[in-house]
């Protein structure tokens, strides 16, 4: 095969194309396209070629070819393509028949703009010779990741620099694909890749199994290092468990690419099952050369990649299927590119044979397989395409600045400046018109074209052939969260996954109910999935974190969603509720039922003999007492809430308060009784009475600065009961609370305390034993109920502080009146003086 050099010049003629430069007008560019002359760059150049003439353009161009012997063909290829480029740059710059650099005589053919493409480093090549001249060049090829340098001024790209990244980055997001692989070159601009965008992506969460760079070759490795180093590649991408590849890559590597099924056939690697799906950066392109043609293409079965956006020109399709070397015998290039994709060779005296079949000229284009040749414009084409309709319109703003008109009698005489290449510039930044497509073009201040990215889907035929599939557009023009359209219904899977969207996670979805925890040693995409703790939920998968439901809510069984709580307290309609208020009211009634009898033996020795007055206070105190417990039953309202504490504290310090003033009469009283005794003087009722006011008042104090301060009030306690809200009391002030307890909690000491002194007194009428008991038996149920109070949560609380009314009064009741009701009731006998009198002698 012959390699060589491609130059171009076009001239655009201003009398065919007025509706773009005007009427009248005249205007020059040139063209350059230096690269080696392979398949995929006849593609190119023929499109490019095609499409200007499809316009109407008057062109020549120019072909150089630098034969060199057969067997450095390939060296010349791969070490000397800097070499070649930086020739053809100075050539541009040189007289058509004379290569002398740095001189051109020829004013007429002095180039006005460079086109370069398709990978960035032949872009530079050019660079570093062209812009000493600030000559404007154009890459409708890849971009680099940065870009910046002394030279970014002359540079105008037709790519759109790092968009291409955003686009793969939303794609990945938008599939859901966290877990892929990645393939780069051995060469500057990929590890720019690899440490500036990498990371990007890892911050919107996705991570990478492997990165694998491609072996290079070069001058001085050795073919066997490349082959074990290309196999070492193709085996770690094959076993990886990534099912997503991002290629980034230059035009070429799509050779080495296809390599794949033949090593793995090689070396008995089954591909079955193994399938990928290849994210192919926008320099990418499906190539193959002659050798390749048979080849496997499966593998790119389902391939997505990103396109410059780009539309099918009117009557391009046909202009390329009427052309042929026959009939443009003066096109070199096209004959080159024939004899290259239909493997035949026109016959040439100066050969001693003929390699081959021979080509006749009419052999159709529509008959070569797409992996050959596409009769489609494709994005490159349509990006050099816009190039030099942007080139026409920036000089034809530039000539119409600077244009002198003369009129004369008979004609228009037109008078143009000498225009210099760097008066170009000023004139592409913020360029914008629309081209016979109807796509708006548009450049920015810096003279780069805004523009989107066509997503495309590969489809592999049977016949091994390929057709690309438009499936969206990445649109950074678009609103925000509309710039990725992806038309999903159209897209085609490898074979393996069944047509079903792939997944590529390092593991599984953590389902809800689940968060993830981090494993150590792994990639942040890699976790274990641990259920939530008690209490809290997670309703998305993979959640780094449980969360608890809002305060009325809590979690299902599940713990992926929050059920509503219910109201609850405690009510009459439930059986702890009923049981309670039954055994109050029983109480009461048994409460009433005592007092009614001692009315009814009120003149008696056993109710004289223990102060019938402030028995009857102690029953009325009892009777409130257990009354006062059915205002913790039901549903608590602002009343309730004030009187519940307060009216409790209060009838319970009276029935305390009377009951220490009964031990205190019963021991003055025996005490009294010893002769020249000084303690006869207090053994009087107003003793009695003083005790339980002075006790009551205290009490009183208590509670009404309670009700002044922090008085009790109705709250939802949303936080104690899991799946339930506790419609309560709020007690105000907890240590206002805790006050009357302990208040109380001092008398019921101080009664015991007297009343066991007062225990071995005579027992006939004396009650000083069955007030002992009725005290241990309250101080027990208040002092075991402190604890038990505080670990119950919600309505409970509220049904233990109603039991230890209800119990301690049940003792108060049953210690201190049963005992003389058996007496009145049962045993009438021993209700006589007699019987007192006996004992206190």
Known sequence: MVYGKVVT??????????????????????????????????????????????????????????????????????????????????????????FIPNYNCAVENIPISVIGGPTYLFFFHISNILSTYKMPQFNYGSSPVLGSDSQSVFLHWMFPRSLQYDGILQLLLHFGWTWV??????????????????PTFAEKGICFDFIERMPKVTFSNDATVVVEKGFETVMNVMRST???????????????????????????????GKQKVWIMTAQMDFISSSFQRSWDLNIFHGALSLAMHSKDLLGFREFLQMRTPTLVKEDGFLRAFWEDVFLCSFSQPSLDHKVGKVC???????????????????????????????????????HSSKVKYNANVDSVNWKHWNHQPWQLHQFLRGLSFNNSAMDEISFDQNGDLIAAFDIIGWVVLPNESFRRVKLGMMDPQASLGKSLTIHEEILTWPDRFNQTRPLSLCNDHCQTGYRKAKKEGQPFCCYDCLPCPEGKISNQKDMDFCFECPANQYPNKEKNGCLPKAITYLSYGESLGIVLATVALI???????????????????????????????????LLLCFLSALLFIGPPNKVTCLLRQTAFGMVFTVAVSCILAKTTIVVLAFVATKPESS??????????????????????????????????????????????VVLQCNE????????????????????????FLARKLPDTFNEAKFITFSMLVFCSVWVSFVPTYLSTKGKYMVAVEVFSILTSSIGLLGCIFFPKCYVMLLKP????????????K
């Not at 009634?589 to 008696?604: E, P, W």
């Not at 105000?732 to 009343?755: E, H, K, N, P």
């Not at 006998?829 to 206190?840: A, D, H, I, S, T």
């Open 732 to 755: 105000g002030s907890t240590i206002m609370f805790y006050c009357v307890l302990s208040f109380m909690g001092f008398q019921a000491i101080v009664s015991l305390c007297v009343a």
């Open 360 to 398: 006749t000229g009419d052999e159709k284009l529509e008959t070569l397989p797409g992996s050959v040749f596409e009769l489609s414009m494709s994005a490159n084409s349509y990006s050099i395409y816009n190039t030099v309709y942007a080139v026409a319109h920036a000089l034809h703003l530039m």
């Open 587 to 621: 109480c009461s009634f048994l409460t009433a039922g005592v007092l009614g009898i001692f009315l009814k033996y009120q003149d008696t020795p056993i109710v004289k003999a223990n102060n019938r007055k402030i028995s009857y206070l102690l029953l009325l105190a």
């Open 679 to 724: 303690m006869k003087k207090w053994v009087a009722k107003e003793l009695a009475y003083s005790i339980v006011l002075f006790c009551s008042l205290i009490q009183a104090t208590i509670c009404i600065v309670w009700l002044v301060t922090f008085p009790p009030f109705i709250d939802f306690d949303m936080h104690t009961m899991a799946t339930e």
């Open 829 to 840: 006998e021993l209700n006589e003086k007699g019987q007192l009198r006996r004992f206190l």
């Open 242 to 272: 990534a099912n997503i590849v991002i290629v980034h890559s230059d035009i070429h590597n799509i050779l080495l690419l296809r390599c794949i099924p033949v090593i793995a056939e090689m070396e008995d690697i089954p591909l079955q």
């Open 9 to 98: 010049t076009v001239k655009l003629i201003s009398l065919l194309l007025p509706q773009v430069l005007g009427e009248g007008s005249v205007a020059q560019c040139f063209i350059m396209k230096s690269l080696p002359i392979l398949h995929q760059y006849y593609h190119l150049g023929d499109v490019l070629i095609a499409g200007i003439m499809s316009q109407g353009f008057i062109f020549s161009n120019q072909i150089t070819f630098v034969k060199k012997p057969s067997e450095e063909l390939f060296d010349e290829y791969i070490y000397s393509t800097a070499r070649w480029i930086y020739f053809a740059s100075l050539e541009l710059l040189s007289r058509q028949s004379r």
């Open 181 to 198: 692989g990645v393939m780069t070159e051995q060469e500057e601009n990929s590890e720019k890749f690899i440490h500036n965008v990498l």
